[in-house]
Structures are given as structure tokens and as C-alpha cells.
């Protein structure tokens, strides 16, 4: 409890702009964020008052940030577990639980619960060897999807391959053991990938938003446009009946984003997150409750608030990093000058930077946009990221 305000203290693990996002709903709450930061200069660093430095990894930097935490919370999945255990185990309140954390962290232990409590997954084996890669193709068919079952994030730890030797880095050259735990999926005929949110308190509320297709580029998301444009309303439901069920049946308290792949035979799910998602960036300004917020409520046991829509579209557009040597004139343009230029251009759009140095291919903010013109909306967002990454306008995501 802070003295001064008389409400809780919210910890959060890490300090991107996850943490930035949630420290800006926080204030609304009448809270500031504690965030457990790696350095300084880390996004959520830069704008909470309330600022330990320290490792994730080490469990007396986490016992010391978690003392005089109301409760402690996760920008990432990056926490090991026997430390999150043994922090609940010293009278800690810790949300989302180790147990339920784990179907985040562990490719593999989330197919083998999801698949042994009958909800829809891909076709899928561990792999110990090449050997293994290639007994699993036989039966489901080249190409497959190899994934390390840690540490992956953007399609970093993903790798698509026709053939094992198009993996080779992945197997011992004499051996051929796999050199990291990795598991094979059947590649997914997909048509779109769609994101359902949901949140769920330890009370048992649970609340979701509508559904949403993330549009990917080289396995980044570029755009989210909210609801999935023409996905039928059994669809929707279904989509955030999953969301529901696991969120309850892994025991998850705060934000569950599910990515599913959509088939022409139906959902598939690809992956979960424990924390606010990417797929819930449009909640800020499209929704009546944002994702931040409601991982707040949920992880203080407050009830949960409204998540309808504000307006028929929303769209949001990830800006990324771009690439110096590739922006030649634009290059001599400073963010300063391209949000000028963007705000020019686009009045009605909103801008959200995270304070992060560029990196070719980082996510350093968001644009997102309402309206009733879906055609216009996606339109202006991706000008706009374009603006902020280039200097200039950018190709505009393929529906
Ligand atoms: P990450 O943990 O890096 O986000 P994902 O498992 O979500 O990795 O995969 C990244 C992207 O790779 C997905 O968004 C999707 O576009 C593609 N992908 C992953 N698994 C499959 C699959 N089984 N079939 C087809 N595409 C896949």
C-alpha cells in the first residue's frame, strides 16, 4: 500500500514499453507503476517514478522489488518459474501463478496441455535428432514448422523448412542431435491469423474483447485491425469462448492473448501470452477499457470493466526501426521532424512511441486510428508508420 494515495502498489517485471503502456493506465488508477528495470534507459524506466534496477533473473533483485508490492506482475515471460514459485511461496502475490506462467514460457508444455484438454493445436512432436524432423514429416508432409520450445519472440526461434538440411544449424553435425529443446509442427494452410484477448481476475471474472486479425510481416505484426474484418459471429464466439476456457483452465489472473490461426477447417491456436499483448495496443484509444487497464483490475481483484468498441474499426499500425543505411535522404530527418510531418498529415490519428533507441526492425511505437472507414483507417495508420520508420510513406500491408 502506498502510504501517501492509500492504493496499491502494482510491481511489474521488466520495463519495456508493455510496462510504459500499463504505467500510463496506472496513473489513471491513481497508482504509479513500480517497475523492476534492467537499466535506466529502459522504456518503461524513462516515465514511472518508482524504479529498481535489477536482473530478472536474479531472485534477491525480485525479492527485494517484490517487498512492499501489493502484487507483482510481468512485462515478459523471461521470469524463471522456480523463482516466481518461491516468491508466492514467501507470501508474495504474484499473478499470473508460475503453474499458469509456464504455458507461456514452454512451447511444448502448452501443446501437451491444450492438445490433452481437447482444445484445437496443430499436429506436433518434440524432436531430439534430424531423424526425428524427418519421421515427423513423413507423416504430416514437407514443409514443417521447427520451433524452439523457449525463448522465441517475432519469429525469432521459428524456422520453416523444406527439407532438414534447410536446418542444419539446429543438429549436431555428427550426431545430429538437435542442439536446443525444439519441437515440429505440420505447416497451418492458414488464411489469416486472428488475436482473442481476455482477462480474468481471482475472482473468477473474466471479460474479453472482440476479436482481432494481426497481419504479419516475416513474422512480425505489422497491423491489427479490430474487429477481424467478415470473421462470422460463430467464429468470434468461438474465438473468445478459447480465450475464456483456457484463461480459466490454466488458472491465468490478468491479460491471456491467444494467436489462432484461422483455416479453412476452423481455428487452430498458435501461441499464448501472459501479460498485455501486441494483438490489445488498439484497447488504448478503441475500446471502452484497455488492455492495460484491465491487467491492472484484474491483478488487484478489482472488477473488471466494459471492453465493447468505441467506434465500428480500429486500426493499429506497428512502427518499427528502419533500416539507416536504406533511408538515404530520409535519413537526415530526426523522429522530431516525422512526427511533425505525421501529425500534419494525420490529425485524427494516435501516436504512441515507447522512448526507444531505432533498431532496424524494433518496435519503437504504434499508430492507431477509429472510425467507420475501414479502407481510410488502414490507409492513414500505415502512411503514418511509414512516416515515423522512413521519413516517408511506406507500402501499406496487404489485406
Ligand atoms: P513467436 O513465439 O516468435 O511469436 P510463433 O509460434 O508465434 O513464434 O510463430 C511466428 C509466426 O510464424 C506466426 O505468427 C505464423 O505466421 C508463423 N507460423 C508459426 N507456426 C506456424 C505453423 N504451424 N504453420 C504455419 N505458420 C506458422
Not at 517485471?13 to 508493455?18: D, K, T
Not at 514511472?48 to 501489493?70: E, K, M, N, P, W
Not at 479453412?264 to 491456436?269: E, H, N, T
Amino acid at each position: 500500500m502506498d502510504k501517501r494515495t492509500g492504493l496499491p502498489v502494482v510491481g511489474m517485471i521488466g520495463a519495456g514499453q508493455l510496462a510504459r503502456m500499463t504505467h500510463q493506465a496506472a496513473i489513471g488508477l491513481g497508482q504509479s507503476l513500480r517497475v523492476l528495470a534492467a537499466d535506466r534507459d529502459a522504456s518503461a524506466a524513462l516515465v514511472a517514478a518508482d524504479v529498481q534496477i535489477g536482473a530478472h533473473t536474479s531472485y534477491d533483485d525480485l525479492a527485494r522489488f517484490a517487498a512492499g508490492c501489493d502484487v507483482v506482475t510481468f512485462d515478459h515471460e523471461h521470469v524463471p518459474g522456480e523463482h516466481i514459485a518461491a516468491l508466492a511461496a514467501a507470501g508474495h502475490r504474484v499473478f499470473p501463478g508460475a503453474e499458469a506462467l509456464l504455458h507461456a514460457q514452454d512451447k511444448r508444455v502448452m501443446r501437451e496441455r491444450l492438445g490433452a484438454d481437447g482444445f484445437p493445436v496443430p499436429r506436433w512432436r518434440p524432436i531430439g535428432s534430424a531423424a526425428d524432423v524427418v519421421g515427423f514429416a513423413d507423416e504430416v508432409g514437407w514443409p514443417v514448422v521447427l520451433k524452439a520450445t523457449r525463448g522465441g519472440y517475432d519469429g525469432k526461434g521459428v524456422w520453416t523448412v523444406a527439407a532438414v538440411t534447410d536446418a542444419a544449424e539446429l543438429f549436431d553435425p555428427v550426431s545430429h542431435e538437435a542442439r536446443l529443446p525444439l519441437l515440429a509442427e505440420e505447416r497451418i494452410p492458414l488464411r489469416r491469423e486472428l488475436a482473442a484477448l481476455a482477462a480474468r481476475s481471482p475472482f473468477g471474472q473474466v471479460a474479453t474483447w472482440p476479436v482481432v486479425e494481426t497481419v504479419q510481416q516475416d513474422g512480425i505484426c505489422v497491423e491489427v485491425i479490430a474487429p477481424a474484418p467478415g470473421l462470422s459471429e460463430d467464429h468470434a464466439a468461438q474465438a473468445q469462448e478459447l480465450a475464456v476456457n483456457l484463461a480459466t483452465d490454466l488458472g491465468v489472473v490478468g491479460i491471456l492473448a491467444v494467436e489462432l490461426f484461422q483455416t479453412d477447417a476452423g481455428l487452430v491456436i498458435n501461441e499464448l501470452a501472459m501479460r498485455p499483448h501486441n494483438s490489445g495496443h488498439w484497447t488504448i484509444d478503441g475500446a471502452v477499457t484497455s488492455q492495460f487497464e484491465q491487467h491492472l483490475r484484474a491483478v488487484l481483484d478489482y472488477p473488471l470493466g466494459v471492453t465493447s468498441s468505441v467506434a465500428p474499426w480500429t486500426v493499429m499500425a506497428n512502427v518499427l526501426g528502419g533500416d539507416p543505411a536504406a533511408a538515404i535522404g530520409a535519413a537526415a530527418m530526426g523522429l522530431d521532424e516525422r512526427v511533425h510531418h505525421l501529425m500534419a498529415a494525420h490529425p485524427a490519428v494516435k501516436l504512441h512511441l515507447y522512448g526507444k533507441a531505432v533498431r532496424p526492425g524494433r518496435k519503437i511505437g504504434h499508430v492507431t486510428a477509429t472510425g467507420s472507414d475501414l479502407a481510410a483507417l488502414r490507409a492513414a495508420t500505415a502512411d503514418a508508420a511509414g512516416r515515423l520508420r522512413h521519413g516517408v510513406p511506406a507500402e501499406r500491408p496487404q489485406p
